[in-house]
């Protein structure tokens, strides 16, 4: 969606129940919404991404304004549906995971590895900054909104965003550059 009078008609068609203007609108965000979903640890992300945009769907009718209050508005709603998928995972027990599949093919093993000794060094990296801190790196890196955005969703002063991402990459950077040294 590029500019208010293209957002504007694309949001009116999509109230309306226009098949091209949901289309529009679920490109658009679909991608940013389930890397949000993601790195912040739903279980299924693209199904947890689908429930956002049913509730989107459901309330298109009572949304108004523009493009980057749209957008924020759906992060918010992504937001609290994550929320509520954690409170409900905290009542239900655990289950198993299925094993791989064995028929997959493999790729070259030593980057693999290397792949993941990194990643599994920057997610416990991560791991150890606060739940707000992590919520504001993945609403500003992964879903890529803008610090007032972020603001909006979290319920926060935007100084206050500006704080808490300062500090997460502080940490990040000091926690990341400790544990190469240490190698």
């Given at each position: 969606?590029?500019?208010?009078?293209?957002?504007?008609?694309?949001?009116?068609?999509?109230?309306?129940?226009?098949?091209?203007?949901?289309?529009?609108?679920?490109?658009?965000?679909?991608?940013?919404?389930?890397?949000?979903?993601?790195?912040?640890?739903?279980?299924?992300?693209?199904?947890?991404?689908?429930?956002?945009?049913?509730?989107?769907?459901?309330?298109?009718?009572?949304?108004?304004?523009?493009?980057?209050?749209?957008?924020?508005?759906?992060?918010?709603?992504?937001?609290?549906?994550?929320?509520?998928?954690?409170?409900?995972?905290?009542?239900?027990?655990?289950?198993?995971?299925?094993?791989?599949?064995?028929?997959?093919?493999?790729?070259?093993?030593e980057e693999e590895a290397v792949e993941s000794l990194v990643t599994a060094e920057v997610l416990a990296a991560f791991g150890r900054l606060t739940e707000t801190?992590?919520?504001?790196?993945?609403?500003?890196?992964?879903?890529?909104?803008?610090?007032?955005?972020?603001?909006?969703?979290?319920?926060?002063?935007?100084?206050?965003?500006?704080?808490?991402?300062?500090?997460?990459?502080?940490?990040?950077?000091?926690?990341?550059?400790?544990?190469?040294?240490?190698?």
């Open positions: 969606m590029v500019g208010e009078e293209v957002f504007t008609s694309v949001l009116t068609a999509a109230k309306s129940g226009a098949d091209w203007a949901w289309s529009s609108i679920f490109n658009q965000l679909f991608g940013p919404v389930t890397g949000y979903l993601a790195s912040r640890g739903a279980v299924e992300p693209e199904d947890t991404a689908s429930e956002v945009f049913l509730k989107v769907a459901r309330s298109i009718q009572d949304f108004d304004g523009d493009e980057t209050s749209f957008r924020s508005w759906v992060f918010v709603i992504a937001h609290r549906t994550l929320i509520d998928e954690r409170r409900q995972r905290s009542r239900r027990p655990d289950q198993v995971a299925p094993p791989p599949d064995e028929a997959s093919e493999g790729g070259n093993v801190q992590r919520d504001v790196l993945a609403l500003r890196m992964v879903a890529g909104l803008s610090l007032e955005q972020t603001a909006q969703v979290l319920g926060k002063r935007i100084g206050a965003v500006k704080a808490l991402q300062h500090r997460a990459l502080a940490s990040l950077k000091q926690e990341l550059d400790l544990s190469h040294v240490s190698r």
